[in-house]
């Protein structure tokens, strides 16, 4: 499970979050939707605890990010806009490494599992990284969340450049992971993709968190009226 | 965890396209120079044994002399190469391979390679030891200044700072994979040098061989070890690799092109020798005035009178010795504190060089590795003064000798002109003094002189790895 509570982060004197409250349960796709600068990566940042809270606090399965980063950060996945991964090593070798950071190690049979549940060729396996496309580098992003049994993911605008094709199977693989129990939280732009594969929607807007929504309870059109609306400043007919 | 980090970083740097070229070439370079060093040494010990052995046959084969004549006539001295001046050639070059030994004179060493060496020579040999010193970091450099910086670029950094590693472990993890890497590199080629040299059979010439190379070993990888460790702290501080790189070459060219020629200059000025030719001539007049003011032949005048009183005589005639030959010798003793306080000022002048020098080391660690690396390999200025103090002992017990058997052989002649009755002696009497042998500065002495260039290393390696925990504590993704 992931929460945060009154979560504030300023830089200077730029209030990045306002005190974002959010919680984010097993089983969960939490969509954050929101312009450039709304806070989305921040929140992600924090929870990673790459960036110290102003106040306030997150928490992974009920354990503050600031008091035990290393011990939330077992529980994480990371996946963001471009998986970087080592080109020198093959993509095997790119997951046994950071499988092996996570804490966890397998046999080679288990490591194809992973890559194979995700939808990488195996003719890919043994070659190096540096000549991937995005998909597949998200492919074995996702292969890494699978073998550090992270309990809660969180992806920064995972889809953003993929094609279609790749994008649905990328939606399908955190569809199956939300069916496994982890708490998925996404920052994207992607408001079909939000709406196809979360189970929950926050929009955010200047570090704050505007309106939550059901992803069942409206549609792809709502969604976007929705959004557009509060990015444009005059929601509140639908907030209620 | 560090294992599986030195393993990824490892495969990652072998896999470069950057360190199979640079690897070829360091092999290379260590390997040619190890080899020509190791034909030079063999070859400058076959000559100096040779040298050596004849000239002692010389000084047997001289021919039916007076003895003290024979003194004049001399020998040579022929300094043995460093037990591993193939791998380090130090200062040989520059400080003469043989001295000539005769009868009142104290002689300089002659023979310097570096004179016979065309203007190129003077950017430096081609040795091990300066590759390791100069290129080995550059190496280092090379595979290791994108540990963090690469990293944090390429994006990577966030993906493993996302995994619940600790800085602490990406250090070591990171230190070692790049130093397994240089090793795979430098080690072959030393296990070489080491056959070649146990092959040579010359591995009994020096007392201790295998603690010499275990301690140079230890100071190389100390050494590498601080550029190891500054690589990767300074890979934590900045933020692109292309600064690393620059922060990092212009250390090294700090520590092994500035700094070594600015502590020589620097150890010149506090503590300057004097110009040779004044030296020189200062030496003779004080010879002249003698040590204490009394000229030696007021003093041999003095000593005279104590002489007839101690024996009871008169005139020279009476006395149970030759006594030119006292003369001759007294005079000879009178000019010996001259001597060692003239040559000792040199000495000590370039003495306290060398402190100036091994102390600057605290701005380079470069200095107190190429002390340290000289007086292994037996080619530093330790091992030179020793060489000039032990042919200047035997060149006073080879006086002392002729001397003294003329003083007791030849007591019939002092009522007769020794033009008109010459004494003579043969190789039978020439052989009272033995053959030159030269015992190198003992291993223990030597360890102990340069026992604070060891510190000065163990300092710089404490110093880069504290910098470089203090460096990856500070890895803020914050900041990226």
């Known amino acids: ?240 | 965890m560090i294992t599986s980090i030195a393993r990824k970083e490892f495969a990652e740097i072998v896999r470069d396209g950057r360190f199979k070229w640079t690897a070829a070439i360091m092999v290379l370079l260590l390997l040619t120079a190890m080899l020509a060093g190791f034909q030079k040494y063999t070859t400058a010990m076959r000559i100096q044994q040779a040298a050596q052995a004849g000239t002692n046959q010389q000084w047997l084969d001289q021919g039916d002399k007076n003895p003290h004549s024979a003194a004049h006539y001399g020998n040579y001295a022929f300094k043995p190469a460093g037990p591993l001046s193939y791998f380090d050639n130090g200062i040989s070059n520059y400080t003469g391979t043989a001295v000539f030994m005769e009868a009142h004179k104290q002689n300089f060493a002659i023979g310097r390679p570096a004179s016979d060496q065309s203007a190129i020579a003077r950017f430096g040999d081609l040795s091990g030891a300066n590759i390791l010193q100069l290129l080995l970091p550059l190496l280092i450099i090379f595979l290791g200044f994108t540990a963090f910086s690469g990293e944090r670029e390429s994006g990577t950094l966030r993906q493993v700072m996302s995994m619940g590693v600790t800085n602490r472990q990406l250090l070591w993890g990171k230190a070692l994979g790049v130093g397994t890497a240089v090793m795979i590199v430098v080690l072959p080629c030393i296990v070489i040098g080491a056959i070649a040299l146990s092959m040579a059979g010359s591995v009994d010439h020096a007392e201790g061989m295998g603690t010499r190379i275990a301690a140079l070993s230890v100071a190389y990888l100390m050494y590498a070890g601080i550029f190891v460790f500054l690589t990767i702290a300074v890979s934590a501080m900045t933020k692109h690799a292309r600064t690393t790189l620059m922060v990092l070459v212009g250390f090294w060219a700090f520590t092994g092109f500035l700094m070594p020629k600015a502590a020589s200059e620097i150890s010149k000025f506090t503590d300057p020798t004097p110009a040779f030719g004044k030296w020189m001539a200062d030496m003779r007049a004080h010879q002249i005035r003698g040590i204490d003011g009394v000229p030696p032949f007021v003093k041999f005048a003095k000593y005279t009178k104590e002489v007839f009183k101690e024996y009871g005589v008169d005139t020279v005639a009476d006395l149970p010795m030759y006594f030119v030959a006292v003369r001759l010798q007294k005079l000879e003793e009178y000019d010996y504190p001259v001597f060692d306080q003239h040559y000792g000022m040199i000495r000590d002048a370039y003495a306290a060089q060398r402190k100036v020098q091994d102390r600057l080391g605290l701005l380079a660690p470069t200095l107190p590795l190429r002390s340290i690396s000289m007086a292994l390999s037996g080619t530093d200025l330790i091992q030179h003064v020793k060489f000039m103090t032990d042919a200047e002992t035997y060149r006073r017990n080879m006086v002392v000798k002729m001397n003294d058997y003329l003083s007791k052989a030849a007591v019939d002649l002092n009522a007769t002109s020794s033009s008109s009755n010459y004494m003579r002696a043969d190789e039978e009497v020439f052989a009272i003094v033995p053959p030159f042998v030269f015992e190198p500065p003992a291993l223990n002495s030597m360890m102990a002189e340069h026992r604070n260039n060891f510190i000065l290393l163990a300092l710089w390696l404490a110093a880069a790895i504290g910098l470089a925990i203090f460096a990856t504590n500070r890895i803020s993704m914050e900041r990226n």
């Open chain 1, 1 to 240: 499970m992931l929460e945060a509570k009154q979560l504030k982060k300023t830089f200077g004197d730029y209030d990045a979050l306002k005190g974002l409250d959010l919680k984010v349960n097993p089983g969960d796709i939490y969509c954050l939707l929101g312009a450039n600068g709304a806070g989305k990566t921040t929140a992600i940042n924090l929870f990673l605890n790459f960036i110290a809270p102003t106040s306030g606090t997150a928490e992974v399965c009920g354990i503050d990010v600031v008091r035990e980063p290393l011990e939330t950060k077992k529980l994480l996945a990371y996946i963001p806009e471009q998986v970087m991964l080592y080109g020198n090593l093959t993509a095997l070798e790119n997951l046994r490494y950071f499988a092996k950071l996570g804490g966890h190690d397998y046999t080679d049979t288990e490591y194809k599992a992973f890559l194979d549940r995700c939808g990488l060729q195996s003719g890919a396996y043994a070659q190096r990284v540096a000549q991937f496309s995005k998909g597949m580098r998200q492919k074995v992003g996702v292969a890494i969340a699978l073998a550090k049994q992270a309990k809660a993911l969180l992806l920064d605008e995972p889809t953003s450049g993929l094609d279609p094709k790749a994008s649905n199977e990328f939606s399908a693989l955190l569809i199956a992971l939300k069916n496994d129990g982890a708490s998925i939280l996404m920052a994207t732009h992607d408001l079909f993709r939000a709406k196809e594969t979360g189970t929950r929607i926050g929009i955010m807007r200047e570090g704050q968190m505007m309106q939550e929504l059901g992803t069942e309870d409206v549609s792809h059109a709502d969604i976007e009226r929705i959004y557009l609306e509060h990015m444009h400043g005059d929601a509140g007919k639908f907030a209620a």
